[in-house]
Structure formats: structure tokens, C-alpha cells
């Protein structure tokens, strides 16, 4: 069974919104931080916003005030909502959770440890 899995990746018009979602099998995700990274072909992984379970949340300086992330407790789900796509947006999405030693961090880095989904594809062009 996968740890993480990420859905809601397609083509989007630049301009336009996806919503991705993570969810966890085995894990409840409240009491995790979660990261969102994306890794476009032939680049390196790179971050986009993480909340952690304190539900602070931080975004990098690329997707700030386009991108969302958020909860949904009752669907033990975080997700990624994009706004505003740019076509270098474009890329596969990973989430990442791990358990943290206080509310207020958040994982805007990978660590060894982490656990990670199988990546969704996100594609803005015209």
C-alpha cells in the first residue's frame, strides 16, 4: 500500500487553477507536517509550500500568492490548490509528511526519513 498518495495532476491553460490532493493510507495526516515539491524534466526537486501541524503554513517565493495549501481533516487530506498557472509550473507534484518536534514546524526541506508519494503530473501549456 502506498504511504502517500498525490491526485488532481492534468493539463491546465496558463492562467488557470489545479487542485491537488495528498492523502495517506496509514497515517493520519493532522498530526504531520507536509511539504508540496515539484521536479520539472531534467531539473533538480525543488519546493513550493509546506503546513505543518500547527497549520502553519510557508510558500516559496516562485508560487507565493498563487498557491494554497490546506486541510481537510475529515478526508485526511492536504491539499494543493494552484492559481494563476504559469507554464513553469509545470512539473511532478510530490508531497512528503513527517512527524515533527513542534506544531509550528514545517517541512519546507526534504529529509532523510520522509515519506513520499508516487508524484501526479501537472502540465500548463497552451
Known amino acids: 500500500q502506498l504511504q502517500l498518495v498525490e491526485s488532481g495532476g492534468g493539463l491546465a491553460q496558463p492562467g488557470g487553477s489545479l487542485s491537488l490532493s495528498c492523502t495517506a493510507p496509514?497515517?493520519?495526516?493532522?498530526?504531520?507536517?507536509v511539504g508540496w515539491f515539484r521536479q520539472a524534466l531534467g531539473k533538480e526537486r525543488e519546493g513550493s509550500g509546506c503546513?505543518?501541524?500547527?497549520?502553519?503554513?510557508k510558500y516559496s517565493d516562485t508560487v507565493n500568492g498563487r498557491f494554497t495549501i490546506g486541510r481537510d481533516n475529515a478526508k485526511n487530506t492536504v491539499f494543493l490548490q494552484m492559481n494563476s498557472l504559469k507554464p513553469e509550473d509545470t512539473g511532478v507534484y510530490y508531497c512528503?509528511?513527517?512527524?515533527?518536534?513542534?506544531?509550528?514546524?514545517?517541512?519546507?526541506?526534504?529529509?532523510?526519513?520522509?515519506?513520499w508519494g508516487q508524484g501526479t503530473q501537472v502540465t500548463v501549456s497552451s
Open positions: 503546513i505543518s501541524s500547527g497549520d502553519n503554513r
Open positions: 496509514e497515517f493520519t495526516l493532522p498530526y504531520l507536517g
Open positions: 512528503t509528511a513527517r512527524r515533527t518536534t513542534s506544531p509550528s514546524e514545517c517541512p519546507a526541506a526534504a529529509a532523510r526519513g520522509d515519506i
